[in-house]
């Protein structure tokens, strides 16, 4: 066995997992200033936000049966290009429609190396290795995340260097424009190292080049391995047409309603608990508390690096602790942490003094808001109101931020406790846990239906998530929105405790015996 070849194909082919982590939070830096360049309404924000997620739930459909007909490497490098011109696309961006378009475009990118990316590391990693070499796409996911929001808070610190080259490239000017435009690189990079990858062995067999996939197995098995599996791999491919095609129906038959309700409430409570409020809203919720644009940018690494550290830990532990405690684990974190976060908002005041009022106004302009002076506001709602009631509509989406942070008193370190902790507790659970899950609870007759099933609710109720919260920050406030997330995390948890059996150390038909109920 060659396993510095398969570990070497399969790097390459985990950076779609990086492309994707990266191109769905690099929006975090962005909208920022996009909102008011624009002139964006909250709901047209999400949408700037959540549209690469509905492309990416279309392309998950699509991608699998396109592979087999195409296969698995030429899916990827469409991928690549999908990547590279969504990344150029955006930050050429001359209007709110174009953006859209652009970002859409990069999400059929991201279901589709979502998807492809680990079928073809499970189809060429030799069984005893096939876990950890699958998790390298699971760890691209994070690692891309964690750089989107490090060269995010980069390029914001080269827009204010006094370099010549910063200067001419007008980091300052362009600034969210090089944040996406920066993916251009890494996808160049994956379109041209996919050249080195072989094509799947199992799609090779699959379509009678068996010659092809000797080679590829040989390389990545060793010889008398290779000819083994080509054996067992053409053998299940010729029996495979017998098999009676799996109708949408049997999801529904009584005998599976425990383990459907299971997977419906594991997919949706991965969602609806916010992740993805943080992920793609990090600076703007920073923000929310007075630190600054530079430290909001900053304090956004800090998510990425524990989300990076706790998703080790969860892959160290799965087949260790197991899948239940993890996830009780997990939900009371985030459950608390949301609680703690909800806390901290719903402490701040705000006021503006004489003094404020006038460091304000050189913001503002002419616009006057000397009617707010000495006003102690009780919630961010309280004071957003006054301020559209004084400033214009442009003026408030522009500089809204710099208004809060010279009136707000509150503790920020509750805020930054509460988002790490968050991020931490879902790491190390339901994040990946889920998947974890999926693979075991449905009988295997239906496994994949009814994971392509609950993977499109999961992909659903992201994209909504991402969709409302601007509209929900700006309506209910960052109290609620987040005592919303924490309540949701809550229940998730009562329910993994009294329903979910542990799946850990058995056998898939074992499991079958106990959650379907003939």
């Known amino acids: 066995m060659n396993l510095r070849y398969t570990v070497f194909v399969s790097l390459i082919v985990a950076l779609g997992g990086f492309l994707m982590g990266f191109d769905a939070s690099v929006i975090s830096g962005v909208v920022k200033f996009i909102e008011p360049q624009f002139d964006l309404t909250k709901i047209q924000l999400g949408w700037a936000v959540s549209c690469l997620t509905l492309t990416a739930t279309l392309a998950m459909m699509m991608a699998g049966p396109l592979s087999d007909k195409f296969g698995r490497r030429t899916i990827l490098k469409y ?145 008398e391995e290779a000819e083994i599996q080509l054996k067992s791999i053409t053998k299940s491919i010729k029996s495979s047409p017998q098999k009676e095609k799996v109708s949408f129906k049997e999801l529904f038959k009584p005998s599976m309603k425990l383990v459907l309700l299971i997977g419906i409430v594991i ?39 524990i989300n990076l550290i706790f998703t080790l830990f969860a892959i160290w532990l799965v087949d260790r602790v197991g899948r239940k405690p993890l996830l009780i684990f997990g939900l009371s974190g985030i459950a608390i942490s949301m609680f703690i976060l909800s806390s901290g908002f719903g402490q701040a005041t705000y006021q503006l003094t004489a003094k404020n009022i006038q460091e304000c106004s050189l913001i503002a302009g002419s616009e006057d808001i000397t009617s707010m002076e000495n006003i102690v506001y009780n919630s961010d709602v309280e004071f957003n109101e006054a301020l559209k009631a004084c400033l214009s509509e442009q003026t408030f989406k522009e500089h809204q931020t710099d208004f809060i942070s010279k009136a707000i008193s509150i ?5 930054l406790i509460g988002i790490l902790g968050f991020v931490a507790s879902f790491a190390v659970s339901i994040g990946p846990v889920m998947w974890v899950l999926f693979s075991e609870l449905f009988p295997n007759r239906v496994r994949g239906l009814a994971i392509s099933f609950v993977g499109l609710i999961n992909s659903g109720i992201s994209f909504l998530v991402q969709l409302v919260f601007p509209w929900e920050q700006i309506n209910f406030g960052n109290a609620t929105t987040f005592l919303i997330y924490g309540i949701f995390g809550a229940i998730g948890l009562v329910f993994v405790f009294f329903m979910l059996p542990e799946t850990k150390g058995k056998s898939l038909e074992e499991l079958e015996l106990i959650l379907v109920k003939e």
Not at 167 to 192: C, D, H, K
Not at 276 to 303: K, R, W
Request: glycine content about 8%.
């Open 267 to 305: 997919a949706v409570t991965q969602q609806i608990t916010g992740i993805n409020s943080v992920f793609f809203y990090a600076p703007m919720i920073f923000e929310q508390t007075g630190i600054g644009t530079d430290a909001s940018f900053s304090q956004a690494i800090l998510v990425g690096l």
């Open 79 to 223: 991928a690549a290009a999908l990547y590279f011109l969504s990344a150029i696309g955006s930050a050429f961006a001359p209007n709110f429609l174009f953006l859209v378009v652009a970002r859409m475009l990069g999400g059929f990118g991201v279901g589709a190396s979502l998807i492809i990316a680990p079928v073809y590391i499970a189809e060429i990693a030799p069984s005893k290795l096939r876990g950890t070499m699958v998790s390298f796409n699971q760890l691209n996911i994070v690692l891309g995340i964690t750089v989107a929001f490090f060269t995010n808070y980069m390029i914001l610190q080269l827009g204010k260097s006094n370099a010549g080259w910063a200067e001419f490239l007008q980091f300052s000017t362009f600034n969210w424009r090089w944040m996406l435009g920066l993916e251009a690189l890494p996808a160049i990079i994956y379109f041209v190292s996919l050249n080195f990858v072989p094509r799947s062995p199992r799609w090779l067999a699959m379509n009678g080049l068996d010659d092809e996939a000797l080679v590829v197995m040989t390389k990545s098995l060793g010889a």
């Open 411 to 415: 503790n920020p370190w509750l805020v």
